[in-house]
């Protein structure tokens, strides 16, 4: 089991930034793949973001604006946004599942979309 809880999220005004958090706790994987993915109103949810190690992947729609980074000590994952927009607006979720096989080796991340763990979610609102 692995309980993620997410932080950070608030009302800014656009051109604003917010840095999300989500604290992973409960398991004992050597590896965790994590992510964002946010969902509008009347919208399905998208990815935003995710890492593998030390890579990151975007979405086309938050390149160059937002940063993902993973503190593996700490089993965190945060989200910087910066120069928000109003179609950010959303409600952010972090996912995670394991990077580890069952034999204990560790394996790229795929997609995370149908992960197993997610958070509660954390509110965006940017007005503008």
């Known amino acids: 089991q692995v309980h993620l809880v997410e932080s950070g999220g608030g009302s800014v005004q656009s051109g604003g930034s917010l840095t999300l958090s989500c604290a992973a706790s409960?398991?004992?994987?050597?590896?965790?793949?994590m992510g964002w993915f946010r969902q509008a109103p009347g919208k399905e949810r998208e990815e935003v973001a995710t890492?593998?190690?030390?890579?990151?992947y975007y979405a086309d729609s938050v390149k160059g604006r937002f940063t993902i980074s993973q503190d593996t000590a700490k089993n965190t994952l945060y989200l910087q946004m910066n120069s928000l927009k109003p179609e950010d607006t959303a409600t952010y979720y972090c996912?995670?599942?394991?990077?580890?096989?069952?034999?204990?080796?560790?394996?790229?991340?795929?997609?995370?979309?149908?992960?197993?763990?997610w958070g509660q979610g954390t509110q965006v609102t940017v007005s503008s």
């Open positions: 996912a995670a599942e394991s990077g580890t096989t069952s034999d204990g080796w560790l394996m790229p991340c795929g997609d995370l979309s149908d992960s197993e763990f």
């Open positions: 409960g398991h004992s994987y050597r590896k965790l793949c």
């Open positions: 890492i593998d190690g030390s890579t990151p």
